[in-house]
């Protein structure tokens, strides 16, 4: 096969209220917008585009594993322990749903987040090496 996958454009997130989550992105996380309608927004965070699509309540892109463990569909990362640390005291500052700093017993340290839908996202220490020499 000669072309590849080369990276993800767009995640779809479910919610409620299209306006309401996309002012919670972008005063909470610091997502730009660059679209609304009352159907969907198209927020910018993280070097990727999400879609914030309006959807029935109870809705998430959360998932259950094979032990019955409610899981997250997305990761993000940060440049290291310090900058885990600093956002996840920010989030809490900030009143966003946050659990604690875990080892999960891999590299690097992980926290879990929550929106307003509660959709749930992990963020990671470890950024990864390919981003890190191509952006930064």
């Known amino acids: ?7 993800v454009g767009t995640t ?4 409620t209220n299209v306006e ?11 997502a730009e917008l660059s679209y609304i309608d009352k ?9 990727q585009s999400f879609f914030l699509v309006a959807a029935n309540e109870n809705q998430s892109a959360n998932f259950f594993d094979c032990n019955g463990v409610e899981r997250f569909s997305l990761t993000f990362e940060v440049d290291g322990l310090e900058a885990l640390e600093l956002l996840n005291k920010d989030f809490k500052e900030n009143e966003i749903s946050v659990g604690e700093i875990e080892d999960r017993g891999h590299t690097g340290r992980n926290f879990v987040f929550y929106d307003l839908d509660g959709n749930k996202f992990d963020v990671w220490s470890e950024l990864s090496p390919t981003f890190k ?3 930064m």
Request: net charge positive; no cysteine; glycine share 2%.
């Open 39 to 47: 159907d969907k927004a198209i927020i910018n965070l993280a070097s």
């Open 12 to 15: 779809y997130i479910p919610v």
């Open 20 to 30: 309401l989550s996309s002012k919670w992105y972008v005063d909470k996380l610091g």
């Open 133 to 135: 020499k191509k952006f």
């Open 1 to 7: 096969m000669k072309d590849k996958l080369l990276r």
